[in-house]
C-alpha cells in the first residue's frame, strides 16, 4: 500500500508542479508528501524531479515512469469507482473545475451538500475564469459559461443564462448613459482578458442582428469577480450573466444598460470524459449539480 500511495503522489507531483499542491489534492502535508516522494526514488535508485526556480519538473528517467504510471493509477482508480458502483455505494475523489462566479454562487454551496449525501466522497473544487484541460490537469468534471468548446468531451448542459452589460450609477452620471451600442466604443469597459481570451469584443443582440464590437477599457483583469468589483466602484461598464448581478440590480447598487440590445445568452454547462461515464461517483455528482443549479437558477 505505501508503495501505491507514493505512486499517486508523485503523479499529482509532476501534474500540479510542486510537492505542496500535490500533496494538498491528496490531503497530505508537503512533510509526508516529500517522504513518499524520498521513498520512492530509493525503491527505484534513481532521481525522479528536479527543482527549477519556479516548479518542480520531473527528470528524464521521472518523464518516462509518469508517462507508464499514471496509467496504473488511472486504471486503480477506474477499478475501485467499478467496486463502489457495484456496492452502490459511490466513494472516492471527484476533481472538479469551474469559473469564478459559477463556482461561488452555484457550484459551492451544493458540495457540502453533495458530501452530506455520499460521505465516502470527497470533492476537490478548483475555480479559475480560465479554460483548464482536463486530461492535462486529471480533472474529472469542469464548468463552463459561453461557448461550448470543440471537444471529444461528453457535454451535459445546465441552462441558457441571459448575459446583461450594468454600471454603477455614479459612473452613468459622470460618463453618460450609453443610448445605443455604438456609443459603448466611446466607454471604460471591463474586459476577461487572458491567453487565447476569446473576450476581446462585445457581442450585441439588435433588431438588424448580431453586432460585434471592439470595445476598450482602462482595466482587464482574468478574473470576473474582478471586473464585478471595479463596475461596483464606478470604473466602467461589465458584462455579466445576471444570475451573478441580480442581487447588486435589486438594490441599485448596479444599473443595466442597453436592456433592449443585450449580449446573446451563455450556455452553462459541464464536461467530462467519456471514460467516466461509467464511474458511479462522477455521474452522482453530475446528476446532483445540474438537478440543483437549474433550481437555483429557476428561483434566484
Same mark, same amino acid.
Given at each position: *500500500?505505501?508503495?501505491?500511495?507514493?505512486?499517486?503522489?508523485?503523479?499529482?507531483?509532476?501534474?500540479? #508542479?510542486?510537492?505542496?499542491? =500535490?500533496?494538498?489534492?491528496?490531503? &497530505?502535508?508537503? !512533510?509526508?508528501?516529500?517522504?513518499?516522494?524520498? %521513498?520512492?526514488?530509493?525503491?527505484?535508485?534513481?532521481?525522479?524531479?528536479? /527543482?527549477?526556480?519556479?516548479?518542480?519538473?520531473?527528470? $528524464?528517467? #521521472?518523464?518516462?515512469?509518469? %508517462?507508464?504510471?499514471?496509467?496504473?493509477?488511472?486504471?486503480? %482508480?477506474? !477499478?475501485?469507482?467499478?467496486?463502489?458502483?457495484?456496492?452502490?455505494?459511490?466513494?472516492?475523489?471527484?476533481?472538479?473545475?469551474?469559473?469564478?462566479?459559477?463556482?461561488?454562487?452555484?457550484? !459551492?454551496? &451544493?458540495?457540502?451538500?453533495?458530501?452530506?449525501?455520499?460521505?465516502?466522497?470527497?470533492?476537490?473544487?478548483?475555480?479559475?475564469?480560465?479554460r483548464v484541460d482536463l486530461f492535462e490537469e486529471e480533472l474529472d468534471v469542469a464548468f463552463f459559461l459561453g461557448t461550448p468548446p470543440d471537444s471529444a468531451l461528453k457535454l451535459r448542459k445546465v441552462a441558457d443564462c441571459p448575459r446583461l452589460l450594468c454600471a454603477a450609477p455614479e459612473y452613468l452620471a459622470r460618463e453618460g448613459l450609453p443610448e445605443a451600442?455604438?456609443?459603448?466604443?466611446?466607454?471604460?469597459?471591463?474586459?476577461?482578458?487572458y491567453p487565447r481570451s476569446p473576450e476581446y469584443y462585445w457581442q450585441l443582440e439588435t433588431p438588424e442582428g448580431l453586432v460585434k464590437l471592439e470595445v476598450r477599457g482602462r482595466y482587464?483583469?482574468?478574473? =470576473?469577480?474582478?471586473? @464585478?468589483?471595479?463596475?461596483?466602484? =464606478?470604473?466602467?461598464?461589465? *458584462?455579466?450573466?445576471?444570475? $451573478?448581478?441580480?442581487?447588486?440590480?435589486?438594490?441599485?447598487?448596479?444599473? $443595466?444598460?442597453?436592456?433592449?440590445?443585450?449580449?446573446?445568452?451563455?450556455? &452553462? #454547462?459541464?464536461?467530462?470524459?467519456? /471514460?467516466?461515464?461509467?464511474?458511479?461517483?462522477?455521474?452522482?455528482?453530475?446528476?446532483? @449539480?445540474?438537478?440543483? *443549479?437549474? @433550481?437555483?437558477?429557476?428561483?434566484?
Amino acid at each position: *500500500m505505501p508503495y501505491l500511495e507514493s505512486l499517486k503522489v508523485f503523479v499529482r507531483v509532476v501534474e500540479l #508542479g510542486s510537492i505542496t499542491s =500535490g500533496g494538498r489534492d491528496l490531503r &497530505l502535508t508537503p !512533510a509526508v508528501a516529500s517522504k513518499r516522494i524520498k %521513498e520512492l526514488e530509493a525503491r527505484l535508485g534513481t532521481r525522479l524531479l528536479n /527543482r527549477t526556480t519556479r516548479k518542480l519538473v520531473p527528470t $528524464e528517467a #521521472g518523464r518516462l515512469f509518469y %508517462e507508464h504510471v499514471r496509467g496504473v493509477v488511472a486504471s486503480l %482508480e477506474e !477499478a475501485e469507482a467499478s467496486l463502489a458502483g457495484f456496492e452502490g455505494r459511490p466513494r472516492g475523489t471527484v476533481r472538479v473545475t469551474a469559473p469564478l462566479g459559477v463556482g461561488r454562487r452555484l457550484v !459551492a454551496p &451544493l458540495v457540502p451538500r453533495f458530501c452530506d449525501l455520499f460521505p465516502e466522497v470527497d470533492v476537490r473544487l478548483r475555480l479559475s475564469d480560465r479554460r483548464v484541460d482536463l486530461f492535462e490537469e486529471e480533472l474529472d468534471v469542469a464548468f463552463f459559461l459561453g461557448t461550448p468548446p470543440d471537444s471529444a468531451l461528453k457535454l451535459r448542459k445546465v441552462a441558457d443564462c441571459p448575459r446583461l452589460l450594468c454600471a454603477a450609477p455614479e459612473y452613468l452620471a459622470r460618463e453618460g448613459l450609453p443610448e445605443a451600442p455604438d456609443d459603448l466604443l466611446a466607454h471604460n469597459c471591463l474586459l476577461l482578458r487572458y491567453p487565447r481570451s476569446p473576450e476581446y469584443y462585445w457581442q450585441l443582440e439588435t433588431p438588424e442582428g448580431l453586432v460585434k464590437l471592439e470595445v476598450r477599457g482602462r482595466y482587464d483583469a482574468d478574473e =470576473g469577480d474582478v471586473l @464585478l468589483s471595479w463596475a461596483l466602484d =464606478g470604473r466602467g461598464i461589465v *458584462m455579466k450573466p445576471r444570475f $451573478e448581478v441580480a442581487g447588486h440590480l435589486a438594490s441599485g447598487r448596479l444599473v $443595466e444598460v442597453l436592456p433592449l440590445t443585450p449580449p446573446p445568452p451563455a450556455i &452553462l #454547462g459541464c464536461l467530462y470524459p467519456h /471514460r467516466k461515464l461509467q464511474d458511479p461517483k462522477v455521474q452522482r455528482f453530475i446528476d446532483f @449539480l445540474l438537478r440543483h *443549479m437549474r @433550481l437555483a437558477l429557476e428561483h434566484p
